[in-house]
């Protein structure tokens, strides 16, 4: 068995079966596809919102950490060249007591993301419950919404949410945060509008609640005043 199959096996079908057990719970008592969906979006996050928490505490203490370390890391990049730069590096790191692979600790919610998203890729891509049923002005679940057209081209509304959501999240998360840490964040936000932007709206609808969850956790966590933060954003949305 190969690591991708131990992956699938270990991770991504324990999810899926966590993921369709949440649905039918859902369907059973709703018998709505859409709300469902709504319902396995927030529970996945309710459920999750621990280790999600100890992901971004992680993820701060990196950031901490790194801006301690810059100015003499920088130094010694702008003294040495070479092996002698890489020496002293490795000095410096053994000094302060920092491994470079903990930089990964960095990324620790995109780690997290991961199974999750191709385990609700998978659930929702292929539902047959999502087939001809409509949840407010999408009309089809189990195709790209196609709300309006501009120019004579057809517009899918829901990828455009989900990435607002994301970045507004992502603005207000990397606040202090190094430029890289920002580009990359804002480059997930992109390619998950791209590789989402034709898929089912049914997944995507899922994804944009999660989005939305995530951006509602970030205003909690980050800003001195929330609840007015939340009362302007309901106001506007």
Same mark, same amino acid.
């Given at each position: 068995m190969n690591a991708a199959s131990l992956f699938l096996y270990?991770?991504?079908?324990?999810?899926? !079966? $966590?993921?369709?057990?949440?649905?039918?719970?859902?369907?059973?008592?709703?018998?709505?596809?859409?709300?469902?969906?709504? !319902? $396995?979006?927030l529970a996945m996050n309710f459920l999750l919102l621990p280790l999600y928490r100890r992901a971004d505490i992680m993820q701060e203490q990196q950031r901490d950490i790194e801006k301690k370390l810059e100015p003499g890391v920088q130094h010694i990049k702008n003294s040495f060249q070479g092996d002698e730069q890489m020496m002293m590096l490795q000095m410096f790191y053994r000094q302060n007591h920092y491994k470079p692979i903990y930089a990964l600790r960095g990324a620790a919610p995109l780690f997290l993301e991961i199974p999750f998203f191709i385990a609700a890729y998978r659930f929702l891509s292929n539902l047959a419950l999502m087939k001809g049923a409509s949840f407010g002005p999408v009309s089809d679940l189990s195709a790209p919404d196609a709300m309006f057209r501009f120019l004579g081209f057809t517009v899918n509304l829901l990828p455009l949410l989900m990435t607002f959501f994301n970045v507004v999240s992502t603005l207000i998360f990397t606040k202090g945060y190094p430029t890289k840490t920002k580009i990359q964040l804002y480059g997930m936000a992109a390619f998950f509008l791209v590789f989402l932007y034709s898929s089912p709206s049914g997944l995507v609808l899922h994804w944009t609640m999660n989005n939305l969850f995530s951006l509602i956790k970030t205003i909690i966590y980050k800003l001195k005043h929330p609840l007015t933060i939340l009362r302007l954003f309901a106001s506007i949305t």
């Amino acid at each position: 068995m190969n690591a991708a199959s131990l992956f699938l096996y270990l991770f991504i079908m324990p999810l899926q !079966i $966590l993921f369709e057990y949440i649905f039918s719970a859902a369907y059973n008592l709703l018998e709505d596809p859409g709300c469902s969906i709504v !319902i $396995l979006s927030l529970a996945m996050n309710f459920l999750l919102l621990p280790l999600y928490r100890r992901a971004d505490i992680m993820q701060e203490q990196q950031r901490d950490i790194e801006k301690k370390l810059e100015p003499g890391v920088q130094h010694i990049k702008n003294s040495f060249q070479g092996d002698e730069q890489m020496m002293m590096l490795q000095m410096f790191y053994r000094q302060n007591h920092y491994k470079p692979i903990y930089a990964l600790r960095g990324a620790a919610p995109l780690f997290l993301e991961i199974p999750f998203f191709i385990a609700a890729y998978r659930f929702l891509s292929n539902l047959a419950l999502m087939k001809g049923a409509s949840f407010g002005p999408v009309s089809d679940l189990s195709a790209p919404d196609a709300m309006f057209r501009f120019l004579g081209f057809t517009v899918n509304l829901l990828p455009l949410l989900m990435t607002f959501f994301n970045v507004v999240s992502t603005l207000i998360f990397t606040k202090g945060y190094p430029t890289k840490t920002k580009i990359q964040l804002y480059g997930m936000a992109a390619f998950f509008l791209v590789f989402l932007y034709s898929s089912p709206s049914g997944l995507v609808l899922h994804w944009t609640m999660n989005n939305l969850f995530s951006l509602i956790k970030t205003i909690i966590y980050k800003l001195k005043h929330p609840l007015t933060i939340l009362r302007l954003f309901a106001s506007i949305t």
